[in-house]
């Protein structure tokens, strides 16, 4: 996998591609012109940005691509917000290498890499933002009625016991309904689908 690392900081750098360099083809960027550079002369599957780096004219520019943040003093607050932008995880600058590596590796494989508590604030923050009403999919969705109300409680950050009960359906069954409903939204995690839910019913 192509990774690709943004930073004004040598040493930063020189941190993340020493962490990252057995398992992918890493390139460096140290500025805003280099990143831009890069990307629109070679293929990424990954950017990694440090912090200090962001700004919404960035993130912006980054839309449609895997990015991943990466700060010197991480923030709960901070974390959601830029997760809701778009990126695929946050972290601490840092992290040890072992968690660095199993950070992009999460990531690269589809999935969302932030802290636990911060997964539940944004599922406690959808939970409070989804209309209790909205029970059937919107029309231009080709998500079943049983599908939608199963998709509404994963957004409530409902478990799958919790979904099995209050439906009367067995736990097997809600696993076949999140299974397709990942396949048929494009999502790949329980998070992702929640956000996804949230942003439907703005």
């Known amino acids: 996998m192509n990774v690709l690392i943004v930073s004004t900081n040598d040493l930063v750098r020189e941190r993340w591609k020493s962490a990252l360099q057995d398992e992918h083809q890493v390139t460096e960027a140290a500025s805003y012109r280099e990143m831009a550079d890069t990307l629109a002369r070679s293929s990424c599957d990954l950017v990694l940005l440090h912090r200090s780096m962001c700004d919404m004219r960035l993130l912006t520019s980054l839309a449609g691509r895997r990015y991943f943040v990466l700060s010197d003093i991480p923030d709960e607050n901070e974390a959601i917000s830029l997760v809701r932008h778009g990126a695929v995880g946050y972290a601490n600058t840092y992290s040890s290498i072992a968690r660095l590596r199993e950070a992009v590796r999460s ?66 069954t809600v696993k076949a309904h999140i299974g397709s409903i990942f396949k048929k939204t494009g999502t790949e995690s329980r998070l992702q689908l929640a956000l996804y839910v949230k942003s439907l019913l703005a």
Do not use: C, T
Not at 127 to 151: F, G, M, Q, T, Y
């Open 107 to 172: 990531v690269l494989a589809g999935r969302v890499w932030v802290g636990q508590k911060v997964i539940q604030k944004i599922i406690e923050g959808n939970a409070r933002a989804i209309n209790e009403k909205s029970i059937r999919p919107p029309s231009d969705r080709n998500l079943s009625d049983r599908e939608w109300e199963v998709a509404l409680l994963v957004g409530k950050g409902r478990s799958n016991l919790e979904i099995a009960a209050e439906l009367d359906i067995s736990e097997r």
